[in-house]
T-cell receptor, first 111, second 114 residues
Framework: QKEVEQNSGPLSVPEGAIASLNCTYS??????FFWYRQYSGKSPELIMF????GDKEDGRFTAQLNKASQYVSLLIRDSQPSDSATYLC???????????FGKGTKLSVKP | EAGVTQSPTHLIKTRGQQATLRCSPI?????VYWYQQALGLGLQFLLW???????NRGNFPPRFSGRQFPNYSSELNVNALELEDSALYLC?????????????FGSGTRLTVV
């Protein structure tokens, strides 16, 4: 099975800082990329998707995609304690058929 | 618009019993996916149904099975329950296999096997 690798963390950043979450994937056929946020005990919630190389911004969130390097990242500007959650990276459009999820990176934003 | 609904919210079963979990997708979504998330672990892909057919299956034993009904709702059956089956079971639905807009997840069923 094609893999998605994420640093499990925890990643700890102070309130107001930029949090940088990274993800690498092995399926070169992947066409779409997603970031989900999962609070403890809750279900994952889609926060960003990106299809093309480059940056995509939505409020405090920026997704970055580099298909040549098989790398996708999520930047969270002005991090807030409410951003503390596990962030899951996923990709689709590859050989697997369904989306492939990483194991997630746990982010902790300290007041 | 109603989201993905799952029932029951919590389920407690004894080892060796069978569990049935249910999922209703968002209206218009034809694909349903099932995931297992054990405490503190990542999402483990179980099953994908689309238009009533099983499209893909994760690395789980045959005692995990399911089906999709003509109205696109789905159920997951787990036979001969084992203690390690205790987990949050998440259902998700999507358009176009999720490639364009990803999946929308339900709130999950917390299965506890005692």
């Amino acid at each position: 099975q094609k893999e998605v690798e994420q640093n499990s963390g925890p990643l700890s950043v102070p309130e107001g800082a930029i949090a940088s979450l990274n993800c690498t994937y092995s399926d070169r056929g992947s066409q779409s990329f997603f970031w989900y946020r999962q609070y403890s005990g809750k279900s994952p919630e889609l926060i960003m998707f990106i299809y093309s190389n480059g940056d995509k911004e939505d409020g405090r969130f920026t997704a970055q995609l580099n298909k040549a390097s098989q790398y996708v990242s999520l930047l969270i500007r002005d991090s807030q304690p409410s951003d503390s959650a596990t962030y899951l990276c996923a990709h689709g459009g590859g050989s697997q058929g369904n989306l492939i999820f990483g194991k997630g990176t746990k982010l902790s934003v300290k007041p | 618009e109603a989201g993905v609904t799952q029932s029951p919210t919590h389920l407690i079963k004894t080892r060796g019993q069978q569990a049935t979990l249910r999922c209703s997708p968002i209206s218009g979504h034809t694909s349903v996916y099932w995931y297992q998330q054990a405490l503190g672990l990542g999402l483990q892909f179980l099953l994908w149904y689309d238009e009533g057919e099983e499209r893909n299956r994760g690395n789980f034993p045959p005692r995990f099975s399911g089906r999709q009904f003509p109205n696109y709702s789905s159920e997951l059956n787990v036979n001969a329950l084992e203690l390690e089956d205790s987990a949050l079971y998440l259902c998700a639905s999507s358009l176009d296999s999720g490639f364009t807009y990803g999946y929308t997840f339900g709130s999950g069923t917390r299965l506890t096997v005692v």
